[in-house]
């Protein structure tokens, strides 16, 4: 069979890859600890699934709008406006199957042949992959440990071109848990506002943020830059609601028309039900929201610690997000070839850092139990020190 061009480019994902072999062994009756997730632990808040069960008993089991349930659209504005300072309108907000989704459909509504879209690396390993299917020219920038692997002014400034048309800002980010300040902000807003790019901001962990950093959106500071901001957002992973599959993007209502008549062609509407449930997240008190991040607070920093007593790995402290983010380049091993190593002598399961565009890193979740940090800190210590 042949398939088309495109698919050929691009890879599956390698943290649902490593995901699925830790899950595997486990199912073997095999010890893992696994740092793999990209999601939280816990379940979804019971007020949630309360709000979903009561839609699907009073039949809201029918297909509806492509661009989401009204209501929703209205509550996403309504919280755009009060928790970012970001002016939309319902038609400015369409519903999405994830924040994949919304940045995929984005891709499509934007992205063709000779754009080139910038990234800065380490990136969601999911970036270039989409700016690849949709036809255009990924431009990776690489930052690291010396510029808190923050893309700097400069380097967005000299990464642009005639075909720039794009920029993917993800903050905090995903692996590294960087959260660029309100002024790194400013100053990268003024180069997209100076080179008439566009930026999505890419906002899934906004609410999972440490010691009273500031989380600020790019587009709320001030009038060019906003007009020249998408947001992508969704409720995985500060609802803990992954497998619900509900994400958003906002931006101008041109482009969330075209995104709704593609979504229209291919997915139609997110579950109606689970939209509901979706309602009752944004309307209803956000205490759990701020529980949850305590969890991860405390988590954080038992396993910073822990890692940092072992010799020949650093990590930067990450401000906000659920990763670790560690250097592994004294070991001299690819980041594949630790991890492989790592889960098979001690059934810890990391991400590689070659997935997020740096093989001298890897990645690991600590959204995962207390018992398993501490368990899987032990093992990671004693496969150190019989590698170094
Ligand atoms: N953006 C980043 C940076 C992520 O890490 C993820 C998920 O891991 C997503 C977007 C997509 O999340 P979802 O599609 O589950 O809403």
Redesign the pocket.
């Known amino acids: 069979m042949k398939l088309a061009a495109r698919v050929e480019q691009v890879q599956p994902s390698l943290t649902l890859a490593i995901a699925a072999k830790a899950k595997a062994m486990k199912a073997e009756g095999m010890d893992v600890c696994s740092f793999s997730a ?2 939280p632990d816990f379940d979804t808040p019971t007020h949630i699934k309360v709000a979903a069960q009561k839609a699907l008993d009073e039949g809201k089991t029918k297909y509806g709008p492509a661009a989401g349930e009204p209501k929703l659209r209205q509550a996403i504005a309504r919280k755009l406006q009060t928790d970012n300072g970001l002016s939309y309108m319902a038609e400015n907000v369409i519903v999405t199957n ?4 919304s ?1 995929y459909n984005l891709h499509m509504a934007l992205i063709e042949a000779g754009d080139e879209v910038i990234i800065p690396a380490p990136y ?1 390993l ?1 970036y270039p992959d989409m700016v690849v299917l949709a036809g255009g020219t990924p431009v990776i920038v690489q930052t690291d440990a010396s510029t808190g692997y923050k893309i700097t002014p400069d380097q967005l400034r000299a990464s642009c071109t005639e075909r720039t048309k794009l920029f993917v800002l ?1 903050s905090p ?2 692996p590294t848990g960087i959260v660029y300040t309100p002024a790194e902000l400013a100053a990268l807003a003024e180069v997209v506002v100076e080179k008439d790019i566009l930026v999505v901001s ?1 906002e ?2 906004e609410k999972i943020i440490y010691e009273g950093v500031q989380q600020i959106s790019i587009g709320s500071l001030g009038q060019e830059i906003f007009e020249r901001t998408l947001i ?1 957002n ?4 500060a609802y803990s609601m ?1 497998g619900w ?1 509900i ?1 958003y993007l906002a931006g101008p209502e041109k482009l969330i028309k075209t995104m709704s008549t593609i979504q229209g062609h291919s997915t139609s509407n997110v579950c109606t039900f689970a939209q509901f449930g979706a309602i009752a997240a944004l309307e209803s008190s956000q205490e759990c929201v701020e529980q949850m991040r305590l969890a991860f607070a405390e988590r954080r920093k038992v396993m910073l610690e822990r890692l940092n007593a072992i010799s020949g790995l650093s990590c930067a402290k990450p401000d906000g997000a659920f990763y670790l983010f560690i250097n592994i380049g004294k070991t001299g091993l690819t980041s594949l070839e630790f991890c492989d190593a790592l889960l098979e002598s001690q059934q810890v399961a990391a991400i590689p850092g070659i997935a997020f565009g740096a093989d001298d890193h890897i990645r690991l979740s600590y959204a995962t139990d207390m018992n398993s940090i501490e368990k899987g800190m032990d093992r990671l210590d004693k496969f150190m020190r019989a590698l170094l």
Do not use: V
């Not at 994830?98 to 989704?101: A, D, I, N, R, W």
């Open positions: 990209g999601e994830g924040g994949k989704h940045l969601w999911s993800n980010s995903n890419d899934i962990y992508s969704g409720f995985a992973k992954t599959r994400g």
